[in-house]
């Protein structure tokens, strides 16, 4: 998939789960494996509103981050819940046979004889690998192993085996 298919979305980093201290600093509870994708950023979109960070840090199990216009504590309670995102375009470029799971959110999935079998909803992992979750036609919904020959991601489709959608 080129990277500009979806480069008008925005992909949330984290989610603010409180203040940090009394200077305006945020605990954020991250989406991904480390806080260097947010660090990387100047800038994100804080509850839809763009902001420059100012710094990042790793803060135990969550990470504590600086934003402009957040200077005490109850303007950084004021924020818990909301999302910090960036322009999908904003995320480092992909290799080959590499996505990010927000990139597979929405894709149309089809059997082997290219008949559709659904649409993704979500991706989820809790530590074997990649899950789908695809909705077929009908409505029903079915987690699927984001394997080889289960679930293959091919020219913008995800190709099911329909032995995993029972």
Known sequence: MAADDRSGRRIALAAIAGAHGVK???????????????????TAFV???????LSVREG????????????DRSAAEALRGSLVEIE??????????EYYHADLIGLPCVDQQGQPAGTVLAVENYGAGDILEVEDPSGKRAM???????????EGEIVIDPDFLA
Do not use: M, W, Y
Not at 29 to 34: A, E, P, T, W
């Open 24 to 42: 305006g600093e945020l605990r954020l509870k991250l989406f991904g494996d480390s806080v260097e994708s947010l660090a990387a950023q100047r």
């Open 47 to 53: 509850g839809g509103t763009e902001r420059r960070i």
């Open 60 to 71: 135990g199990k969550v990470a504590v981050a600086r934003i402009e216009g957040v200077a």
């Open 88 to 97: 999908r375009n904003a995320l480092p470029p992909l290799e080959d046979g």
């Open 144 to 154: 699927i192993p984001f394997r080889a020959g289960i679930a293959d991601l091919h």
